[in-house]
């Protein structure tokens, strides 16, 4: 390889393409991991095998890489495996960068038109027996779940009509049913949503589809035991401008921010729409029905965080602006017709929101998530955004109480997972990576979830750098083996 990756954020310091595969057994640990800890948290991160064709490209372009971290009997084992998608095969062969900008095929080399240009480097999720890799404008990749080696894409035995699956998808814990969506289902730029539930088994039950009232960057959702909530936020798409190679997102605050709510084992025909003005948010803490209200959780913001799409819009966000986010809980009154809904204020600003898995869907009382705490340390680069999160909050959602730890060293903080315990009471882990600026190498970080606060219980450390991270989960040993 003779080109280089460009000199911005996205490719320098802690965000510089790793590109290793890798298996380390038994890593250093320092502290007390609990032999309780049995599972496997499994990450999914964007590591580019090739500089970006056009010289430019986001973070968020990186060809999926698979991590994951096998706790058992105290230790942790670590394997690493690109996710071997058409895209990475189409450049290993030859030998450079083929795809141009984000999530628009018009931009590509010729030789690889009509190519699945997905990247599956968003979540891994685990259902059905199977391991997925998921990004939204695509289908999932199913791996191995043992040896992470691909096996390829995944559309339920060619049931799934839809063209894409979010990367966020909902797990009923009760029945076992796994919920999800797509947006731009029957192709670019369009307004077709696919609302879709695949069984305990793994396989696909219901796919129903609507329409947004316009193109929107739908990157979660939430379900609760009796709706399903769709947000739409305006950060939109037009088919012309993306033809014409331009960019696929950019953000319109002049449009409203609507979100749908069905009855989530009922027909999109039942659909109630609510709006506000514009804002943006990209991950949801938690929603849940308490009689005739509907509650959402999550952290909001003006704009959509991502610099390439900000710079796309001609947005220039100010200090004030900054610090307009926060953590917030909207609250539906399904038996009132119209479209407002009230909003009440949680917390400071954040994201990465997490839960333990019993909690989803239902009336809960803890939250974990992440935030920049100026007072922890300056900004440091890393992950999509540019700045990466220094601090973790553990938050009653009922009280707004909030516990929180952030390093002493100059440190950023990768998405952190929960892990439950099977002691009685016990509130579970936390894990996380911590990117470690001084060293430019990798710990994981493990914390007693309930205190957190007193920092982590046990440490891993990694003899290499890990890219950020978009998001992991945690799979126990009963559910793997
Ligand atoms: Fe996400």
Known sequence: MTT???????????????????????????????????????????DPQYPPMLGHDTYLSGDGMISAFKFEDGHIDFKMRYVMTDRVK?????RRGLFGLYRNPYTDDPSVRGINRCVNNTT?????????????????????????????????????????????????????????????????????????????????????WFQVPYVSLMHDFAVTKEHA???VFPTTADLGRIKAGGVHWVCDPDLDTYVGIMPRDGGV????????????AFHFMNAYTEGKFVHLDFGVSKFAPFPFIQEASHIHPTPEDMRSGRVVRWTFDMSKPGEKFEEYNLAPAGDFPRIAMDDHMKDYSIGYYERFDP???????AGPVGAGFNTLS?????????????????????????IPSKIPGHEGYLALVADLHDTQLSDVLVFEAEHLDKGPIATAHLPLRLRNQVHGNWVTAEELF
């Open 4 to 46: 280089k990756f460009p000199d911005t954020f996205d490719y320098a310091g802690f965000n510089a393409p790793m590109r290793v595969e890798c298996d380390i057994y038994d890593l250093v640990i320092e502290g007390n991991l609990p032999k309780e800890i049995d599972g496997v948290w499994y990450r999914t991160v964007p």
């Open 90 to 94: 189409a450049e290993r062969k030859a």
């Open 124 to 208: 891994p999720v685990f259902h059905g027996g199977r391991l997925l890799a998921l990004k939204e404008d695509g289908l999932a990749v199913e791996l191995d779940p043992h040896t992470l080696e691909t096996k390829g894409v995944f559309n339920y035995g060619g049931k799934l009509r839809s063209q894409t699956m979010t990367a966020h998808t909902r797990l009923d814990e009760d029945s076992g049913d796994l919920y999800f969506f797509g947006y731009e289902a029957s192709g670019l730029a369009t307004r077709d949503v696919s609302y879709c539930v695949a069984n305990r088994e793994g396989q696909l039950v219901k796919e129903e």
């Open 229 to 231: 909530i769709f947000p």
């Open 269 to 280: 025909k039942d659909m109630h729409w609510f709006r506000r003005p514009a804002c943006s």
């Open 375 to 381: 007072e922890a340390g300056p900004p440091l680069v």
């Open 394 to 418: 553990r938050l009653e959602v009922k009280s707004g109480k909030l516990k929180s730890w952030h390093s002493n060293r100059p440190v950023t903080i990768q998405e952190e997972v929960h």
